[in-house]
């Protein structure tokens, strides 16, 4: 009982736990906006991918198709140190 209480949200929605590994340069650009924004960084990604995945037209999905790949920008890696 008491495990379920903490996967609610306020509203009473159910949440999923997402482990993201960002390199270090998207981190740090996602830490200031979700700043300028006055969120959290969770609340700002929360809110960057509930943006991202809604139907309609976008740059990255022509015709709004959200089957169609977004370019790829980088390799998406962390160097090691």
């Known amino acids: 009982m008491l495990a379920s209480y903490w996967v609610q949200c306020q509203n009473g929605t159910m949440t999923k ?3 993201l590994r960002l390199p270090d340069d998207v981190h740090e650009m996602a830490v200031a906006a979700a700043a300028a924004d006055d969120r959290s960084l969770n609340s700002w990604l929360i809110s960057v991918v509930r943006h991202a995945a809604e139907p309609g037209e976008t740059p990255n999905r022509p015709g709004g198709d959200s089957a169609a790949l977004a370019p790829l920008r ?3 890696h962390s160097p090691r140190p």
């Open 17 to 19: 736990h997402v482990n």
């Open 74 to 76: 980088g390799s998406g």
